[in-house]
């Protein structure tokens, strides 16, 4: 049945313009990213004439411009479109898991357990997350992306969990799983087998949202200092050390990156209230 209803979904999703053109834009910037080193014409890294090819406006030679080491925008660009979405997507799968796995427990086991672990949840949504992430980016100093990785996605599964143990608490008591448990199943087996693959529509929903969120907030914080280090390439600090060198005049240092992460925010928002639309059938027919 449930895989029925997805791939019901999945056709509902595609004929919706929304979906396709986010998708389209999303997989086009995915394949960009990791085809970066076969796309990129120059290193991203490379200064290729730090006197007289630096601060270059868009040109032939240079379609995006330089900056002011002479490194070429464009490369750089591709190189940090592998950066930011693989920091997105991977962040985003670290908190869907983690919140799911709490979400169901508390909901499942409800009582004390699930009142201690909501009141412990309540605690960590207490602390606003980007002064928790600065914070501790700030302390631990070169982190590294596997650590901004780890971070952001062990910060951003409250939400997730919330939502899963909604879900959870509103068919724990229904016919199907009272059945379950009549035929002998474990507690684990029921929440494995016969809960879980019921709310995984709505965690969707959620991942597709975050990960836009992430790649604003991944991008906030190489603003900032405190995630991406150059000279590793992200759309955060490539817009740092446009605004940061005080070069107001070298627009396109800013507007490249800073249409990148419009353009996939935009993208992962537009997707995921069409993934939304297409996994709730109370909407079908309402909207094109």
């Given at each position: 049945?449930?895989?029925i ?7 509902r ?5 929304r ?14 990213g990791?085809?970066a080193p076969l796309?990129a ?6 200064q ?14 240079h ?11 464009l490369?750089r660009?591709l ?7 693989s920091?997105a997507?991977?962040a ?8 799911t796995?709490?979400g ?15 009141r ?21 100093g070169?982190?590294?992306?596997g650590?901004?990785i780890?971070?952001l996605g ?9 939502l899963?143990r909604a879900e959870v608490?509103?068919?724990?008591e ?11 199943a474990?507690?684990?087996?029921v929440?494995?087998?016969h809960?879980l693959?019921?709310v995984l ?6 991942a597709?949202l ?13 603003y900032?200092?405190v995630?991406?280090r150059p000279?590793d390439?992200s ?7 446009a ?6 005049q070298?627009w ?5 990156p800073g249409?990148?992460i ?15 639309d297409?996994?709730d059938?109370?909407?079908?027919g309402?909207?094109?």
């Open positions: 049945m449930i895989g209803a997805l791939r019901h979904a999945g056709r999703l595609l004929r919706d313009r979906a396709r053109v986010a998708l389209a834009l999303l997989v086009a910037l995915a394949l960009l990791l085809l796309l014409p120059f290193d991203p890294a490379a290729i004439d730090v006197v007289g090819a630096a601060r270059r406006p868009p040109s032939l030679a379609p995006f411009g330089t900056d002011d080491y002479s490194r070429d925008v490369s660009l190189h940090g479109a592998r950066t930011s979405l920091i997507v991977l985003v799968a670290i908190a869907a898991t983690v919140g796995a709490y169901a427990i508390a909901g499942y086991a409800g009582g004390v357990v699930d009142t201690v672990m909501m412990l949840l309540d605690g960590l949504l207490a602390i606003p997350r980007l002064i928790l992430l600065v914070g501790v980016l700030a302390v631990r070169d982190a590294g992306v650590s901004l780890l971070l062990l910060t951003g599964w409250f939400g997730v969990s919330r899963v608490l509103s068919m724990r229904r016919e199907f799983v009272a059945a379950a448990r009549a035929l002998g474990s507690g684990p087996r929440l494995l087998v809960l693959p019921n529509a709505p965690v969707l929903v959620a597709t975050g990960a836009g969120n992430v790649v604003v907030l991944e991008a906030g914080l190489s900032l200092g995630g991406v000279p390439p759309w955060g600090n490539m817009i740092l050390e605004i940061g060198g005080g070069h107001v070298l396109w240092l800013a507007l490249f249409l990148c419009l353009a996939t925010t935009l993208a992962f928002t537009a997707l995921g209230d069409a993934l939304r297409a996994l059938p109370r909407t079908e309402t909207r094109e």
